[in-house]
């Protein structure tokens, strides 16, 4: 007995069964014993003569199988290695289609030949209309096959496994629009391929192949979702595998995050109209692959010219592509600190708020060169874990912005495409839903207040050969408000040009007083470089609201000085690439700062 002389992969409703029933209507092609056989997929665990024995040999014919799970579960490179090792003289040959009418499809099958009744109770477009980040915990039935419908379709990562171990000569890609739209021309690709005669058939021409989905209507809003779900990753399968032509429409265009809005939904509108887009200017733009990486190694550079950080202390992406995971231990250490904190501001009648930055692989995943998932990332698992383990702990004392952030991206640039910081429209989405948790008036003038902007290189883009640069914004919001107090760091950083000292950072404190603010309270807030102790980020936004603002650079907080202090509102405001590391609640930031600047003055010396 012999195997398969031909493979087809996949995809499920890809037109699998069209392309099998064409290549067995050949005079020199026997069909196995059945179409689908899974056995690299399924069936890994029996025998290879058991797999064998679905095939006849005969001389002058050929044979194979078509078994779209070999493809569909290919998540990593098992099954084409499993391929490879036990049938490594069979040709490979994978039929894809437009992932929407691919999902369309599928939700269809699962409805009329699966029967499964919650999904024909809700409807085509109550499915595909649910959140697809929640699908991917699959806590219920309709998520569990949302979630297989939606993974189906995503082709590039897939398709990357085969064809690292497969070469070309082994691994044909076809579209189903080729076999529908010109049946005869592509056959004769696929028996050209085959080293067969070449033969025709007027089984060809019959659509009894198509699934019908043209019939199937979705609403717009719906398509376009699924657009922005698929067009990145099926742009990057079609690019790879050299499958991309000049007629495909702009479906598989990428978003962008665009300059100005035309509606004021979530309450954002004009003023956010100020912001200036995220770009890179054209004069200065430097052309490079995707895939390249930092000169240090930090940095890689995604789809059209987005910087992501990749390295470093933090290695954020371990997290993004499931190496790493953040574990019970150091959840449990953050559940017992936020408990402590909400405790410690209880007993003094102060209202706490943890505030959660997310990365910019949690937002804008689409963008990155590689596999990831922002489910794997810390701030999803963590808080996943925190509503589990302590709802009301969770839905008290978290602000996690990212839905919010998510819902608005592709109206609004979010982050800067060279820097892992947020810009304006980024830093003020937060403040609105920090405003609403602490029922606080906003200041809506914020968008209006004055602004630098340059071509920049920023912190991502210094790190390249020759720099890259972006176009770039900054606001100074100190209009009402005043600094009435900066610690030693701040005025020896100002005094010897040091303000980006990353040494110098943590421990920074500042103090803006606002004698015309609408709120007339006190806030304290522990951040990062998303709140910044200058005044063109968070840290200014929030000056310009309330009476009296503290901002200390540090993630872990100085209840000594909170408890001087006597806020009416503590933040703690946190980067999710930090999250690994839990703060704590014994800083001293008098300390700190003595024993810093003390020791950067005798390195210096």
């Given amino acids: 007995m012999r195997g398969p002389d031909f493979i087809i992969i996949g995809t499920m409703k890809g037109g699998t069964t069209a392309l099998y ?5 050949h005079d020199h092609v026997l069909p196995a014993s059945q179409k689908e056989i899974h056995y690299f997929s399924l069936y890994p665990y029996k025998s290879i003569e058991w797999y064998h024995q679905h095939f006849t040999e005969k001389d002058g014919a050929i044979t194979g199988e078509a078994s779209p799970t070999y493809f569909d579960m290919a998540t990593t490179i098992v099954i084409p290695k499993l391929i490879e090792a036990q049938d490594n003289r069979a040709k490979l040959i994978l039929m894809v289609r437009d992932p929407i009418e691919r ?21 085509m477009n109550s499915f595909f209309d649910r959140d697809f980040e929640c699908a991917l915990a699959q806590s219920s039935e309709v998520e569990v096959y949302l979630n297989q419908v939606l993974s189906f379709g995503l082709y590039y990562r897939k398709y990357m496994n085969f064809s690292s171990v497969f070469p070309q000569d082994k691994l044909l890609v076809l579209r ?11 056959m004769d690709m696929v028996f050209d391929y085959l080293q067969l005669p070449q033969f025709s058939s007027p089984q060809f021409a019959r659509l009894k192949y198509s699934a019908g989905t043209s019939e199937a209507r979705l609403a717009p809003k719906i398509r376009a979702k699924l657009e922005r779900f698929y067009s990145k990753d099926y742009d990057r399968f079609l690019t790879a595998s050299k499958t991309k032509v000049a007629t495909d429409t702009a479906y598989v265009s990428r978003p962008t995050a665009k300059q100005e809005s035309t509606s004021g939904q979530d309450n954002i509108g004009s003023h956010v109209n100020a912001a200036v887009a995220i770009k890179n ?8 692959s995707e895939s390249t990486r930092s000169i240090d190694n930090s940095v890689a550079v995604g789809h059209d010219g987005w910087l992501f950080l990749i390295g470093g202390r933090n290695t954020p992406l371990e997290y993004f592509n499931g190496s790493q995971s953040l574990d019970d231990q150091t959840i449990d250490s953050w559940r017992k600190l936020l408990q402590e904190r909400a405790a410690l501001c209880s007993s003094n009648g102060i209202r706490f708020a943890q505030l959660f930055v997310p990365d910019k692989l949690s937002i ?22 925190l509503m589990q383990l302590d709802r009301e702990l969770y839905d008290s004392h978290v602000i996690n912005p990212t839905g919010f952030l998510k819902k608005n991206r592709d109206n609004y640039p979010i982050y800067w495409k060279t820097d892992s910081h947020w810009g304006f429209t980024g830093c003020f989405l937060t403040y609105q839903l920090l405003c609403a948790y602490l029922g606080l008036q906003q200041n809506v003038d914020l968008g209006s207040r004055p602004r630098t902007e340059k071509v920049a290189t920023m912190d991502f883009g210094s790190k390249f050969a020759p720099p890259l640069t972006e176009l770039v914004s900054y606001y100074n919001f100190i209009k009402d408000s005043r600094r009435v107090y900066a610690n030693d760091i701040v005025r020896f950083k100002e005094a010897n040009a040091l303000q980006n000292e990353v040494g110098l950072h943590v421990g920074s404190n500042v103090v803006y007083a606002n004698d015309n603010a609408q709120n007339k309270v006190k806030i304290v807030l522990f951040g990062t470089s998303y709140s910044e102790y200058r005044p063109h980020l968070l840290t200014g936004m929030l000056a310009e609201t309330v009476s009296e603002l503290h901002f200390v650079w540090c993630t872990s907080i100085d209840f000594d000085y909170v408890n001087r202090e006597k806020p009416d509102f503590l933040i703690a405001e946190i980067a999710e690439r930090f999250i690994p590391t839990c703060p704590s609640n014994s800083f001293s930031l008098e300390r700190y700062s003595d024993d810093i600047l003390q020791r950067f003055r005798n390195e210096g010396a």
């Fill in 21 to 25: 029933d064409f290549i067995c209507a």
């Fill in 103 to 123: 999902a369309i499809s599928h939700y269809l099958h699962l409805c009329t030949v699966n029967k499964i009744a919650s999904l024909r109770k809700i409807g």
């Fill in 176 to 186: 189903n629009e080729w076999l529908l739209g010109q049946p005869q021309k592509t």
């Fill in 281 to 288: 200017t054209p004069a200065t733009e430097p052309v490079i």
């Fill in 364 to 385: 804008y995943p689409e963008y990155f060169c590689e596999y990831v998932n922002p489910a794997f990332g810390p701030l999803s698992r963590l808080g996943n874990k």
